[in-house]
């Protein structure tokens, strides 16, 4: 079994920043993608910003040149740097990893449970 725990969401004013964690740990034997995702209230979940192993990245348009997502493969944690934050960023963010799993070597999808970003105007 693997356990994703997320940390940092918060009340902030816009233009503000917030950093997010997430920590992955459990019968690991790799992490493929990390993936911060986010739905606001009467929205449909929505991929914010995705990164591989090898660090690769993507982001959503909107969030593109606010937002970093990085990740510290020895520490299986992925993170997401939220900077120039704005009102229409409130919801709740979600981490994603894709992982291969020990003693047999299976990839699975997990999620974490969530944590509430909410930006004031």
């Known amino acids: 079994q693997v356990q994703l725990v997320e940390s940092g969401g918060g009340l902030v004013q816009a233009g503000g920043s917030l950093r997010l964690s997430c920590a992955a740990s459990?019968?690991?034997?790799?992490?493929?993608?990390m993936a911060w995702y986010r739905q606001a209230p009467g929205k449909q979940r929505e991929l914010v910003a995705g990164i591989s192993r090898g660090g690769s990245t993507n982001y959503a348009d909107s969030v593109k040149g606010r937002f970093t997502i990085s990740r510290d493969n020895a520490k299986n944690t992925v993170y997401l740097q939220m900077d120039s934050l704005k009102p229409e960023d409130t919801a709740v963010y979600y981490c994603?990893?894709?992982?291969?799993?020990?003693?047999?070597?299976?990839?699975?999808?997990?999620w974490g449970q969530g944590t509430q970003v909410t930006v004031s105007s």
């Open positions: 994603k990893a894709i992982v291969t799993t020990t003693p047999r070597p299976n990839e699975y999808q997990y």
């Open positions: 459990g019968s690991i034997f790799s992490i493929n993608v």
